[in-house]
């Protein structure tokens, strides 16, 4: 299986081995070993949490730099709707748009304009017969690589139609090369301005295979700074928005799921609510439900680790932005998805966490994981350096970690060496020891060893 290029990494140097980002981690891919975080790449999925919650700024996102435009002779940005949220007293879009074109890009294609292609489809898809249901949403890469590993039974669940990411990326290219049939394929560059790491992975990875068209992933963090640089000398936008309420809609929450419309739908948001509604659809507990939106991110897109800022600030920003705008410009005029918008091939699952291959010896590992967790303490308190007590005693079957890196553990058997080698416990070591202290503090005499 070809090794899954991750797009969140760690600043060993930065790291302090605090385990906040331990127990943040949805994934449990996260340990500390010889005083600072590892990352399983197994286990990662690339949501950024650990990245949003790192008190010292160990983690980061790995994406390519602006300069990346010089590999180009013509350079095409794909704007993510989260991006319009992030700016504060603008009257429009078209300020952004036209901020885009100035730092240097020459054609922008709005990937809320190919969502709203997309929202279209997903009708159609729906009301097709055989469509297993409820259909969950393939736009968050997080929730498609989270079924990949922990819920293969629901991969044929997932949408087979490609997220807007890709659709704005085909739509691009087939116009920029219409409109310029003597520039190479290659000399074009499509740029897409991601909210998030997933999205940097998803591209990477190359999940849509033969139909993926973008080239380079730019943080929006790093576009914002620069566009707010150059925006300030807008006065009237000459290059104007072609999105409309729907595509913006995508950025938050619910914004994908209104737009299909149809009332038998959930929106979940957050990583931890998302992990409880796959459970509970694999479960069954969903039974009168047709679509599915899940968000990684805390408000959606605009709460991505690479954006700037508040997620809620910002969806408020983008319901003003959105009050004027028309409904859905962008409906294409097909009856049916059309066949280059379906992905080559479903989500398979990643054999990666097995035990082992063999079932025999994965159920007896799993069975000595059992009997060391109701050993353990069950604390969850993270100072052995994994998650959980039963993360932990996973580890000690793996042979990556030893029993007495628990604390509780190691605790007793220095109280039980005390009591074999010198018949005291460690309360009475203690005692003793604070004792000598202020003898020789003190003195013999019980005075101040200064007088």
């Known amino acids: 299986m070809q090794d899954y290029k991750h797009s969140v990494s760690l600043d060993v140097n930065k790291c302090k081995g605090c385990t906040t980002c331990l127990k943040r981690c949805p994934t449990e891919a996260i340990r500390i070993r010889g005083g600072h975080a590892v990352i399983n790449s197994k286990r990662c999925i690339d949501c950024g949490e650990c990245i949003k919650v790192c008190p010292h700024k160990a983690k980061r996102a790995s994406h390519d730099s602006l300069d990346s435009l010089n590999d180009f002779k013509v350079r095409v940005a794909l704007p993510a709707p989260a991006l319009y949220g992030q700016f504060d007293n603008i009257e429009s879009i078209d300020y952004i748009i036209e901020g885009l074109y100035r730092l240097g890009f020459d054609y922008v294609f709005e990937v809320a304009g190919a969502a709203e292609m997309v929202s279209a489809y997903t009708r159609i898809y729906l009301g097709k017969p055989g469509v297993k249901k409820p259909v969950i949403s393939s736009a968050c890469p997080v929730i498609t690589r989270m079924i990949n590993i922990n819920f293969p039974y629901l991969s044929d669940n997932i949408m087979p139609i490609l997220p807007p990411i890709e659709v704005a990326a085909a739509v691009a290219r087939e116009r ?53 640089d150059v925006m300030r000398d807008i006065d009237v936008p000459e290059h104007t928005a072609s999105s409309g309420m729907i595509g913006i809609g995508w950025a938050s929450t619910g914004g994908e799921s209104s737009a299909v419309f149809n009332d038998k739908y959930l929106a979940a948001d957050g990583i931890e609510n998302c992990i409880k509604v796959l459970e509970q659809i694999e479960n069954d507990d969903f039974t009168d439900l047709d679509f599915i939106e899940l ?119 220095f109280h039980d060496y005390l009591a074999r080698h010198k018949g005291t416990t460690l309360a009475e070591e203690y005692k003793e020891y604070k004792g000598l202290s202020l003898k020789e503090k003190n003195g013999p005499d019980g005075t101040a060893a200064s007088e």
């Open 295 to 413: 968000d990684a991110c805390s408000g959606g897109c605009v709460g991505g680790a690479m954006t700037v800022a508040n997620p809620y600030i910002a969806q408020a920003r983008l319901q003003t932005l959105k009050r004027y705008l028309p409904v859905s410009p962008n409906r294409p005029q097909d009856t049916d998805v059309p066949e280059r918008f379906f992905v080559d091939e479903g989500v398979s699952f990643d054999p990666g966490l097995l035990l082992s291959d063999d079932r025999n010896e994965a159920m007896r590992m799993m069975s000595e994981i059992e009997s060391i967790t109701a050993e353990l303490p069950g604390l969850d308190c993270g100072s052995c350096g994994a998650p959980t007590c039963m993360a932990f005693a996973e580890d000690i079957v793996k042979n990556e970690t030893s029993a007495d890196e628990c604390t509780v553990i190691m605790r007793e058997m």
């Open 176 to 228: 920029m090369q219409a409109e310029l049939p003597d520039v190479s394929p290659d000399d074009i560059g499509i740029f897409f301005i991601s909210p998030c790491t997933a999205k940097v992975s998803y591209v990477k990875n190359g999940f849509a295979g033969s139909k993926n068209n973008v080239d380079r992933v730019l943080s929006m963090r790093d576009v914002y700074f620069r566009l707010i």
